[in-house]
């Protein structure tokens, strides 16, 4: 049987305790007493104080009185319990952490959910986090959420008040990273339920899994274990290429980057080639390939190839020389 919850057994107290002192007083009053000496006597009465009674009681009161004793001492009881219950169990320490959470959710625009705390979506998150982009984890679990240093949603990734919570209305990407396939595709249709534009990428087991989530609307469907062999075979025959990729994207000890940059539609370099642009003189960053709008790559692309809006265009160099990029890239 499930634990009451310990909030929802203060409330329960606060509410008998009042309607106990509620009685009491009308009791009193009913006796004779006037409202001050009859709130008076049934405070004392419940909180079994000792103090003298402010009147005589009769032998009607007296039966009264004993009657209040019996069910307002152990109503009082419970609600101190209760309320014990929540301090030392740090119950409220645990309601301020997720109100500060819920406020910092709020705030977010063009963040990413991470669906799933497992083994991936802990390393994504980390990852994410890493790279200063801000994450919302939601899992079932509590005891793996409250480790985690960033916002975080408990509940069911599959429910839409759940999503909500996370911020999907707001969000610009979702992972989707449940330990199953099937959880996996719940994920994805209820998301492109609520939003449609939403980029989901999805952790999926085998090829007809892809397909399905495919199907379903995400946008990358990522095989762990497919990735971890072609990895694993890499290190055979390039490993020094291999450790070079892994610093320069996840490592972040040389002072060079990996990144894209989207050219946007008003942007200057729209209709120049990579050498009218002078695109490294004036950032220091090179031009290592360029990803058409149509998903073709021009890879090492020469000097007199044309750049048009919606370019990806992927660079390597330090952290100021990409923002001075991404500023002549997206700025008119």
Known sequence: MDRVNP????????????????GGTIGYLLF???????????????????????????AGSN??????????????????SAVLEVLIEGHMRELVRRRRMERDTARMDQHVIVCGLGRVGR????????TGREVVVIDRDPERLSAVPYPSVHGDVTDDSVLHQAGIDRAATSVAAPDTDADNLYVTLASK???????????AR?????????????????????????RRAAFVTQPHVVDFVDVIMHDGTL??????????????????TLRSAEIHT?????????????????????????????????????????????????RP
């Open 32 to 58: 004779g007493f006037d409202l001050v000496d009859a709130l008076y006597q049934t405070v004392i009465t419940v909180t079994t104080v000792g103090f003298n009674s402010p009147r005589l009681l009769s």
């Open 123 to 130: 390393e994504v998150a980390r990852f994410l986090d890493n």
């Open 193 to 203: 339920s609520m939003r449609p534009d939403l980029q989901i990428i999805a952790r």
């Open 7 to 22: 909030f929802r057994r203060v409330r329960i107290g606060l509410v008998a305790l009042v309607i106990v002192l509620l």
């Open 206 to 230: 085998n090829q007809s899994s892809e397909a399905k989530l495919f199907r379903a609307g995400v946008n990358r469907a990522v095989n762990p274990q497919q990735l971890g062999g072609n």
């Open 63 to 80: 039966g009264f009185t004993i009657a209040l004793i019996l069910v307002g001492v152990g109503t009082a009881l419970y609600t101190f």
């Open 255 to 272: 002072k060079f980057r990996l990144e894209e940059q989207t050219v946007s539609g008003d942007s200057p370099l729209v209709g120049s």
């Open 282 to 330: 004036r950032t220091g960053a090179p031009v290592l390939a360029i990803r058409r709008p149509d998903g073709s790559f021009l890879t090492n692309p020469s000097p007199g190839e044309a750049i048009e809006a919606g370019d990806v265009l992927i660079s390597v160099g330090t952290a100021e020389q990409l923002d001075a990029l991404a500023i002549f890239a997206t």
